[in-house]
C-alpha cells in the first residue's frame, strides 16, 4: 500500500518524513524518520530543501546538485536499451560489417540514423545496475535462429525477413540489455550533465497527469534559468535530461533575476517569482507543449510585492512583505494562473515557506520559531481555513527550515521487550522475547500508539495492550531468572547480562555497552527456461516459487528494507555459487544443464547491528556459548560483574 508521507527538512540539513493522515497536526503516535544523505566518503550531505511526489523525492544540496530519493514499490524499476548490429554481402568474402559508405554504421538504432555501440549506454547514476549481459533477439517471427533477419538494401521502409534469400544483400541483428533501479529508498546523486546544472530551487507536481509515475519537475539554477526535467516515467524516476524554459523578460527587454519557483500538484502550471516580488505565471504548457510558449505577469492585490507563494489545485497563497498571509481560488486559462481576487482573504501572519497538497491542504513554518505548522479546517466550504496549528514533533528542539508535500491517504534472532502494566512501578515487569525481527517491529508499531492520557494520568490497562519499552540488542537465545537476571547469547556465540541496575523506567539513564552482531543474509534467484530464448527472469511468483527469495521460500529482493538497527556491513551482494540446474521450479535439482528446465543460484550480504545499552559482555577463556540455562532460581540481587559464571548457568558450547 502506497501511504502517503510528508518531508520536511531539519536545520541541519536532515531530510525527515512522517505518515500522513487527515489532521497531522493530531499525529503524535508516529515519530520523524530521519533519511539522512551521505556523500561519496561517507560524509552527510547538507541538504537545504526537498519537493515530494508520490514516489519520489528530490534535494538540492549547498552545492546545488539534486539527489533523488525512490520510494519502496511493488512493481521493479526497469529500462531496456537496445541497438542493431549491420552487414553487409561482399561476393567472395560473405557476410562482413564492413558497410559502404552509403549504409548506416556497423552498430546503429532501428532506423540507422545513428551510431550506437555497445560503448554509448551507460548506467544513468549510481542507482542503476546492469541485469544482464547483451542479449540478441530470438523473435521466430521476426529472426532467424541467430537473430538476423534480411533485405536487399538498408534504408527507410524496408520490408526486413527472417530468411536468407538469394537477393539479401544486407542484414541486421538486435541487442538488448536490462537496467534495473536497485537504489530503492536510498539517496541517489542525479547525474550531471552540465556545469550549467547547479541549482538553486525545485518543484514538482502535476501528479494528476494520467499516466503512472509521470510528473512535473521543474528547477531553478544559479544563473537565474528555469528547466524542466524530461523523460520522467515510472521506469525512469530520474528523467534523462533538462530542457531549458526560455526566461522573463521585462519591457526594457532586459531579462527579469527569478528567486524562486513553484508549481500545482493537480496541474501542469509553472510560477516564477522575481527577486522584486513580482509574480509570472507560464502560459500554453499542454501536453505537446510542455515548456510552454509565454511568461505572462500577474497581478497583485495593491500591486504590493510578495516573498512568497504556494499554489494548490484550486487555491493560491501568497505572503506580502510585511510578513502577512493571503489566500484566493484559482481558475486556469490556457494552464496559465488566474487568480480571483474578489475572494481575496487575510490568513495570517509571520509564516514562510509554505507547501499546499493535492487537496490543498497547507503546511508552513513559522518565522518565530521555525516550527511546522498546518492550515486546520480547509475543506471546500471553507477553503480559507481556520487557524495555524503546530504539527507535533517528539524532538522539541527540531527546527524546520523546509517542508515536502502531503499525500492524503483515503530470522531466529530474539529481541527483549520490557512490558510495565499500569499503574507503572519497577516490581510490575516482564520480559518477553520475539522470534523474528517482523514480529518486533510489529510489536513496536502496536505499543507506540498506547499513551498516557492528557494529563499523565496513570490508567491501569490489561498486560496485552499494556506499553512497552525495547531494550536495544540482538540476541540468539535469552534466558531470564528471579529478581530481574537476564542473560542472553548472540548467533556468534558471546554471552551478554543485562545490568543490574538497569531500569527501563528511568529516561534519564545512558548506557554506553557496546554490542554487535553479524549474520549472513542468504537469497536465492530463479530462472525458468523459454523455448526459442533460454533461460529467462521473471517477476513475482511462479509455479508457487518467488522470484527472488530466502532459503525457506518467502519473498526476498536484493533491494529488501533491514529491520531496526541493521545495516549491511558487505557493500554489495555477491554470488556464492553457480547455476544449479532443475527439473522445474519446484522440482528436482542437481541434473545436467542440457535436461533443466529451471536454474537458481545463491548471492550472500552480511548484515550487521551494533547499538549501545543495557547489555555487559561476559568474556570466557575458551571456546563459544550456543545456549544458557539458569540451573537455579536465584534467592537475592547479585551485581553482574561479580556473578560467578559456573554458579548461575550451565554452558552449551559448540
Given amino acids: 500500500m502506497n501511504h502517503g508521507y510528508l518531508w520536511a527538512v531539519t536545520s541541519d540539513g536532515t531530510p525527515q518524513r512522517i505518515s500522513s493522515k487527515e489532521k497531522p497536526e493530531a499525529n503524535d503516535i508516529y515519530d520523524w524518520e530521519d533519511f ?84 554509448s549506454f551507460s548506467l544513468r547514476s549510481d542507482g542503476w545496475r546492469w541485469e544482464e549481459p547483451w542479449m540478441v533477439g530470438q523473435d521466430v517471427r521476426r529472426y532467424d535462429k541467430e537473430g538476423w533477419e534480411y533485405a536487399f538494401n538498408f ?190 482573504r487575510e490568513a495570517g501572519e509571520a509564516m514562510c515557506r509554505m507547501s499546499c497538497t493535492v487537496n490543498d491542504q497547507v503546511l508552513a513554518i513559522s518565522n518565530r520559531d521555525e516550527k511546522l505548522h498546518v492550515r486546520s479546517g480547509v475543506c471546500p466550504d471553507e477553503p480559507y481555513g481556520e487557524q495555524w496549528l503546530p504539527v507535533v514533533h517528539r524532538a522539541a528542539e527540531t527546527r524546520v527550515l523546509q517542508i515536502g508535500s502531503v499525500y492524503p491517504l483515503s530470522g531466529k534472532s530474539r529481541s527483549v521487550f520490557c512490558i510495565q502494566p499500569r499503574p507503572l512501578s519497577a516490581e510490575s515487569i516482564v520480559l518477553i522475547g520475539l522470534g523474528t525481527d517482523d514480529e518486533r517491529d ?72 557496546r554490542q554487535y552482531d553479524a549474520e549472513l543474509e542468504t537469497i536465492v534467484e530463479y530462472q525458468k527456461h523459454a523455448l526459442f530464448r533460454g533461460f529467462i527472469p521473471f517477476e513475482g511468483k511462479t509455479g508457487g516459487v518467488y522470484a527472488w527469495s530466502d532459503l525457506d521460500g518467502r519473498h526476498k529482493e536484493k533491494t529488501m528494507k533491514l529491520a531496526r538497527g541493521w545495516a549491511w556491513s558487505d557493500p554489495e551482494w555477491r554470488m556464492v555459487a553457480d547455476w544449479d540446474y532443475g527439473t522445474a521450479l519446484d522440482g528436482k535439482w542437481g541434473i545436467d544443464e542440457k535436461k533443466g528446465n529451471a536454474r537458481r543460484r545463491y548471492w550472500q550480504r552480511e548484515r550487521a547491528f551494533e547499538t549501545a545499552g543495557p547489555w555487559i559482555r561476559v568474556y570466557r577463556k575458551s571456546g563459544t556459548i550456543k545456549e544458557i540455562r539458569f540451573s537455579r532460581p536465584l534467592e537475592f540481587e547479585v551485581p553482574w560483574e561479580k556473578v560467578d559464571l559456573e554458579d548461575l548457568i550451565s554452558f552449551t558450547s559448540y
Fill in 155 to 344: 534504408g527507410s521502409g524496408v520490408d526486413y525477413q527472417p530468411v536468407q534469400k538469394k537477393l539479401s544483400m544486407v542484414r541486421r541483428r538486435l541487442f538488448k540489455r536490462t537496467m534495473r533501479y536497485v537504489a530503492i529508498e536510498h539517496w541517489i546523486q542525479m547525474a550531471v550533465t552540465s556545469q550549467e546544472h547547479t541549482f538553486l530551487d525545485i518543484c514538482a507536481g502535476n501528479f494528476a497527469s494520467g499516466s503512472e509515475g509521470c510528473f512535473d519537475l521543474y528547477a531553478l539554477s544559479e544563473a537565474a534559468s528555469v528547466y524542466r526535467r524530461e523523460g520522467i516515467c515510472r521506469n525512469n524516476p530520474e528523467g534523462t535530461r533538462w530542457a531549458k524554459i526560455e526566461g522573463i523578460y521585462g519591457k526594457d527587454g532586459e531579462p527579469e533575476d527569478i528567486s524562486a519557483i513553484g508549481t500545482s500538484p493537480a496541474h501542469r502550471c509553472l510560477l516564477a517569482l522575481t527577486w522584486d516580488g513580482r509574480l509570472y505565471s507560464r502560459g500554453g504548457m499542454k501536453s505537446d507543449s510542455p515548456t510552454g510558449k509565454l511568461w505572462i505577469e500577474i497581478s497583485l492585490p495593491a500591486s504590493l510585492p510578495i516573498t512568497g507563494f504556494a499554489l494548490g489545485a484550486k487555491s493560491l497563497w501568497i505572503v506580502s512583505v510585511e510578513g502577512k498571509i493571503f489566500t484566493t481560488t484559482i481558475s486556469l486559462s490556457s494552464n496559465s494562473v488566474a487568480p480571483d481576487y474578489a475572494k481575496l
Fill in 442 to 513: 510489529q510489536w513496536v508499531q502496536m505499543i507506540e500508539k498506547m499513551r498516557a492520557d492528557k494529563n499523565n494520568t496513570q490508567v491501569p490497562v490489561p498486560l496485552s495492550a499494556a506499553p512497552a519499552l525495547l531494550v536495544p540488542g540482538h540476541f540468539h537465545r535469552i534466558s531470564a531468572g528471579a529478581e530481574r537476571i537476564v542473560w542472553a547469547v548472540t548467533k556468534g556465540g558471546y554471552a551478554y547480562a543485562l545490568d543490574a541496575k538497569y531500569d527501563p523506567l528511568d529516561e534519564e539513564a545512558e548506557y554506553f555497552y
Fill in 36 to 119: 539522512p544523505v551521505t556523500g561519496a566518503g561517507g560524509e552527510q550531505v547538507h541538504i537545504l530543501k526537498v519537493a515530494a511526489t508520490p514516489g519520489v523525492i528530490f534535494g538540492i544540496d549547498r552545492a546545488g546538485q539534486i539527489y533523488v530519493f525512490v520510494l519502496q514499490t511493488h512493481l521493479a524499476i526497469r529500462q531496456v536499451v537496445s541497438t542493431y548490429s549491420n552487414q553487409r554481402w561482399y561476393p567472395f568474402v560473405g557476410w562482413s560489417s564492413r558497410t559502404l559508405p552509403t549504409d548506416r554504421p556497423m552498430f546503429s538504432n532501428e532506423d540507422g540514423s545513428k551510431r550506437l555501440t555497445f560503448e
